[in-house]
């Protein structure tokens, strides 16, 4: 459906599917399958969900979905506990429902990547249930990080690690053993020393990649293989170790061993398959992740974590577009995820307190988030208005550029989540401290007047806010002025306008103020500060996130221009 001033949407070409680098400058949306859609009613979004919002994502125009988990799991942490990789969550719909939705997906031009949860499988994979019964020095054991405790009687855990959630990363079994986790206890790290380990994963690589399957994204890469020889480091050895390649838990050069053995059965398919490495590391080291022998590209969560800030922004964009160029790769933007507080809330609320490794220190109380809260108080309006233009920005630039679920409408983080309605482990192992990251994973909504907001026909798994009405996509879809339609066109106008990964800065006379141009003549310029911003004589943007002020660019604001 094309909306007042909106140009004829142009859909991807069906025709187009086959081309082998079609990754480089994607655009890709995130969907969480369990909040996305609910076909059948239970409160939890599902494939066949996803299926029946087809035109959604065609109508958007976007080039492939990632698809987050939906694999058999018991949920402790959002599905990224994996109890089979090779088969569908039965409340999710079925291995037939998932070869339904990539040939619609296919058929309407769209590409599809699943994610990959290789660090670690869910406490109720059946390896792990068979090492529980199989005792130590079993096999099965040998599959996963089994130590003995320390202590006169072992019952103290063999060493003093935190895991990423909070709390002790060793969990005992009732024999006495202790068995390592990076993230929850119901998260058991695998040992990447295994052979039977590395070979389980080249079969599920294969088996998606055969069902059609276009991409992966590869969770938590950096941390896969581990070198744990005795005498293993205290917690502040581990931490005052260098993260050179040579770490004991992280960023390992022999971690792209394994990739190594990947990109071969990505490149034996045709055309080969993609993959986008979730790797947390030293940026300098990103290009080993995103070089074509390895995983082919990796993600840059730079913005994740800056404020709305022309000196941030430029220099963000300066660093990961060397990094693609050393890697041979493209780079990729993120500015929001299942993992963040959205950027329409983040942006109203203060600049972030930084470290001194620039990193924001800031913890978000809830408070921070509801509207009318406690000081400092969240600007809902303005940060709509920064996310808008922030959103333009990312979408001008060479690269790929990451849309998740719901940013298109131009959500807010969901606060009003009871405490007995959390569901994310974050939030319970450091409760009032870090609220976890339900509120961005709150289902989705479709409709204004529909229940639950036309999610689906029962009360959906993470409840629901009134305000979800006036930011649902059906009062949106008509409206020349809401964030749909500026996604919608926008996408429209980046598929006309796309040219070579490069860009070239053009002085503006203002350091609140960028402006960058593309090899075919778009420009972008957005407008960080607040006082209104000239616009070159003539100068009649195709695409703005805000209307102009005359022929000035208000504050907080981006336009797009076709050649300038
Ligand atoms: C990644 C995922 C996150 C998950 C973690 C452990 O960071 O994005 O959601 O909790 O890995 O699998």
Same mark, same amino acid.
């Given at each position: 459906?094309?909306?007042?001033?909106?140009?004829?949407?142009?859909?991807?070409?069906?025709?187009?599917?086959?081309?082998?680098?079609?990754?480089?400058?994607?655009?890709?949306?995130? &969907?969480?399958?369990?909040?996305?859609?609910?076909?059948?009613?239970?409160?939890?979004?599902?494939?066949?969900?996803?299926?029946?919002?087809?035109?959604?994502?065609?109508?958007?125009?976007?080039?492939?979905?990632?698809?987050?988990?939906?694999?058999?799991?018991?949920?402790?942490?959002?599905?990224?506990?994996?109890?089979?990789?090779?088969?569908?969550?039965?409340?999710?719909?079925?291995?037939?429902?998932?070869?339904?939705?990539?040939?619609?997906?296919?058929?309407?031009?769209?590409?599809?990547?699943?994610?990959?949860?290789?660090?670690?499988?869910?406490?109720?994979?059946?390896?792990?249930?068979?090492?529980?019964?199989?005792?130590?020095?079993?096999?099965?054991?040998?599959?996963?990080?089994?130590?003995?405790?320390?202590?006169?009687?072992?019952?103290?855990?063999?060493?003093?690690?935190?895991?990423?959630?909070?709390?002790?990363?060793?969990?005992?079994?009732?024999? +006495?053993?202790?068995?390592?986790?990076?993230?929850?206890?119901?998260?058991?790290?695998?040992?990447?020393?295994?052979?039977?380990?590395?070979?389980?994963?080249?079969?599920?690589?294969?088996?998606?990649?055969?069902?059609?399957?276009? +991409?992966?994204?590869?969770?938590?890469?950096?941390? *896969?293989?581990?070198?744990?020889?005795?005498?293993?480091?205290?917690?502040?050895?581990?931490?005052?170790?260098?993260?050179?390649?040579?770490?004991?838990?992280?960023?390992?050069?022999?971690?792209?061993?394994?990739?190594?053995?990947?990109?071969?059965?990505?490149?034996?398919?045709?055309?080969?398959?993609?993959?986008?490495?979730?790797?947390? &590391?030293?940026?300098?080291?990103?290009?080993?992740?995103?070089?074509?022998?390895?995983?082919?590209?990796?993600?840059?969560?730079?913005?994740?974590?800056?404020?709305?800030?022309?000196?941030?922004?430029?220099?963000?964009? +300066?660093?990961?577009?060397?990094?693609?160029?050393?890697?041979?790769?493209?780079?990729?933007?993120?500015?929001?995820?299942?993992?963040?507080?959205?950027?329409?809330?983040?942006?109203?609320?203060?600049?972030?307190?930084?470290?001194?490794?620039?990193?924001?220190?800031?913890?978000?109380?809830?408070?921070?988030?509801?509207?009318?809260?406690?000081?400092?108080?969240?600007?809902?309006?303005?940060?709509?208005?920064?996310?808008?233009?922030?959103?333009?920005?990312?979408?001008?630039?060479?690269?790929?550029?990451?849309?998740?679920?719901?940013?298109?409408?131009?959500?807010?983080?969901?606060?009003?989540?009871?405490?007995?309605?959390?569901?994310?482990?974050?939030?319970?192992?450091?409760?009032?401290?870090?609220?976890?990251?339900?509120?961005?994973?709150?289902?989705?909504?479709?409709?204004?007047?529909?229940?639950?907001?036309?999610?689906?026909?029962?009360?959906?798994?993470?409840?629901?806010?009134?305000?979800?009405?006036?930011?649902?996509?059906?009062?949106?879809?008509?409206?020349?002025?809401?964030?749909?339609?500026?996604?919608?066109?926008?996408?429209?106008?980046?598929?006309?306008?796309?040219?070579?990964?490069? *860009?070239?800065?053009?002085?503006?006379?203002?350091?609140?103020?960028?402006?960058?141009?593309?090899?075919?003549?778009?420009?972008?310029?957005?407008?960080?500060?607040?006082?209104?911003?000239?616009?070159?004589?003539?100068?009649?943007?195709?695409?703005?996130?805000?209307?102009?002020?005359?022929?000035?660019?208000?504050?907080?604001?981006?336009?797009?221009?076709?050649?300038?």
């Amino acid at each position: 459906m094309t909306t007042a001033g909106t140009p004829a949407l142009q859909t991807a070409d069906p025709q187009q599917i086959e081309l082998p680098e079609w990754w480089r400058q994607a655009v890709v949306y995130q &969907v969480y399958p369990r909040s996305f859609a609910d076909a059948d009613g239970d409160g939890i979004g599902d494939l066949p969900g996803i299926l029946s919002r087809i035109d959604h994502l065609r109508e958007l125009g976007v080039d492939a979905v990632w698809l987050s988990p939906f694999y058999p799991s018991e949920l402790a942490d959002g599905g990224y506990d994996v109890a089979d990789y090779r088969d569908v969550d039965p409340r999710l719909g079925t291995l037939e429902d998932f070869d339904r939705l990539v040939d619609a997906l296919h058929a309407a031009g769209i590409r599809i990547v699943v994610d990959i949860v290789p660090n670690h499988t869910s406490d109720q994979h059946a390896w792990f249930q068979e090492a529980l019964a199989a005792g130590r020095g079993s096999a099965a054991r040998e599959r996963y990080i089994f130590r003995d405790g320390t202590g006169p009687d072992g019952s103290e855990p063999p060493t003093d690690w935190v895991s990423v959630f909070g709390g002790p990363a060793w969990e005992r079994v009732a024999d +006495g053993q202790w068995y390592f986790h990076n993230f929850a206890v119901e998260q058991p790290d695998l040992n990447w020393d295994n052979p039977e380990v590395r070979a389980d994963f080249v079969r599920t690589l294969r088996f998606w990649a055969d069902r059609g399957v276009d +991409g992966f994204r590869i969770d938590v890469a950096h941390m *896969l293989t581990k070198d744990l020889t005795e005498p293993l480091p205290s917690r502040a050895e581990l931490e005052s170790l260098p993260r050179d390649g040579h770490h004991p838990l992280i960023d390992r050069d022999d971690v792209h061993e394994v990739y190594a053995e990947w990109r071969a059965v990505f490149d034996s398919y045709d055309p080969p398959r993609a993959a986008v490495a979730e790797a947390w &590391v030293d940026p300098a080291r990103i290009p080993l992740y995103a070089r074509a022998e390895s995983l082919g590209q990796a993600f840059n969560f730079d913005l994740l974590e800056a404020d709305f800030n022309a000196g941030q922004f430029s220099r963000i964009v +300066g660093s990961n577009l060397l990094l693609a160029a050393e890697s041979g790769s493209s780079t990729t933007w993120v500015l929001s995820n299942h993992d963040v507080v959205r950027h329409a809330t983040r942006y109203g609320l203060p600049d972030a307190e930084r470290g001194e490794d620039g990193r924001p220190v800031r913890k978000h109380g809830n408070e921070w988030l509801l509207s009318g809260g406690t000081t400092p108080q969240l600007d809902r309006a303005r940060g709509l208005r920064r996310a808008r233009a922030a959103s333009l920005f990312v979408l001008g630039l060479p690269g790929s550029a990451y849309i998740y679920q719901g940013e298109e409408l131009g959500l807010h983080e969901v606060a009003e989540i009871p405490d007995a309605q959390r569901q994310d482990p974050t939030f319970f192992r450091s409760p009032g401290e870090d609220m976890g990251r339900d509120g961005c994973r709150v289902p989705l909504p479709w409709s204004a007047d529909e229940p639950f907001f036309g999610f689906g026909s029962g009360a959906p798994h993470l409840p629901q806010p009134s305000w979800f009405a006036e930011a649902s996509a059906s009062a949106q879809a008509g409206d020349p002025t809401s964030t749909l339609t500026l996604y919608r066109d926008a996408l429209a106008l980046r598929r006309r306008l796309q040219t070579a990964e490069t *860009l070239e800065w053009i002085e503006t006379g203002r350091e609140d103020v960028l402006r960058f141009r593309r090899p075919s003549g778009w420009t972008v310029i957005t407008n960080f500060g607040t006082e209104p911003f000239d616009l070159p004589e003539g100068a009649a943007p195709v695409l703005t996130s805000a209307p102009l002020d005359g022929g000035r660019l208000p504050g907080e604001a981006t336009a797009w221009f076709d050649a300038l």
